[in-house]
């Protein structure tokens, strides 16, 4: 059998008496489109953090490609291929839409400082393409605080994707977008994957959403995998139903 992309082994994290990573197993395999459901305060993003070094579990280990990265930094995980995007999108309001291109790909390379120019960080071509693959090639020169909440989050997928992910894990891509627009979205997202052969994780609480474009779901209760599986299997869980979609 082959290495998982990502695999964690009996993550546990608590603050205080919350237990929010509750003896943790999970796997995944290279091409997946996970969708990671839940009701807030389940534990979702407290798993995306510990997974990309931003928090340490208390005990247990995550592994990328078969390699432990418990310990390492979010910049030395990102590095390896493993990059995520945050549930508010993280960008540089007061620059141009293609210079938080070049400073997000600048971060990685380390060559940030304050008289690196930023062309030397990134060829033009590479930003012109992944701001075509979000759809945000005509906007390149507009300031990024300006765009709207969808471009925004097309904004902060094009600078996960200059990072040359192998992994990409979506904080809840869709929030924060209307209804109609969260298809438009998630087609741009899905397409920009497909075509740089990215392996995706995303939280929605949609579940429309869930079960047009993720291949597989897991639903998180109380810091626990409570159900994975196809979206057919996890969605009609009768716990699932229960206690994360609330019927
Ligand atoms: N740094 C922290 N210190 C203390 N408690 C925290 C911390 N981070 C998260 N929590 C708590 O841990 C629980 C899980 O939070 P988490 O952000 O992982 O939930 P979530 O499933 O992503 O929820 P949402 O759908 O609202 O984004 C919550 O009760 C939250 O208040
Ligand atoms: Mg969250």
């Known amino acids: 059998m ?3 992309l990502l695999q964690t082994k009996d993550l546990q994290l608590a603050f205080g008496a919350v237990v929010v990573a509750d003896h943790i197993d999970f796997s995944l395999t290279e091409g997946e489109r ?6 807030n305060g389940a534990g979702k ?3 995306i953090n510990i997974c990309t070094g ?47 291109v070049r400073i997000a790909a600048a971060g990685k390379r380390g060559g940030l400082g304050l008289w690196t120019p930023l062309d030397k960080a990134v060829s033009a071509e590479v930003v012109d393409h992944v701001l075509e693959m979000v759809g945000l090639a005509a906007r390149g020169n507009e300031m990024s605080g300006a765009l709207p909440e969808g471009q925004r989050k097309l904004l902060d997928i094009a600078m996960a994707l200059v990072l040359k992910p192998r992994l990409l894990i979506l904080d809840e891509p869709t929030s924060g977008v209307s209804t109609d ?15 740089e052969k990215v392996t995706a994780i995303f939280v929605e609480h949609d579940v429309d959403i869930v079960s047009q474009y993720a291949t597989r779901v897991a639903a998180w209760i109380a ?11 996890v969605l009609a869980d009768p716990e699932v139903r229960k206690n994360v979609i609330g019927e």
């Open 2 to 4: 082959s290495t998982p």
């Open 34 to 39: 996970l969708a990671v459901i839940g009701q």
């Open 45 to 47: 993003t407290t798993f």
């Open 54 to 100: 931003l928090i340490h579990p208390q005990a247990g280990k995550v592994f990328f490609e078969g390699h432990d990265v418990t310990a390492l930094s979010p910049r030395a995980i990102a590095l390896r291929g493993m990059v995520r995007s945050f549930q508010l999108p993280q960008l540089f309001t007061e620059h141009t839409v293609r210079d938080c």
């Open 181 to 195: 627009e969260k298809h438009g979205l998630m087609k741009t997202i899905m397409a920009a994957l497909d075509a």
């Open 223 to 233: 810091g626990r995998i409570a159900a994975d599986g196809t979206p057919q299997q």
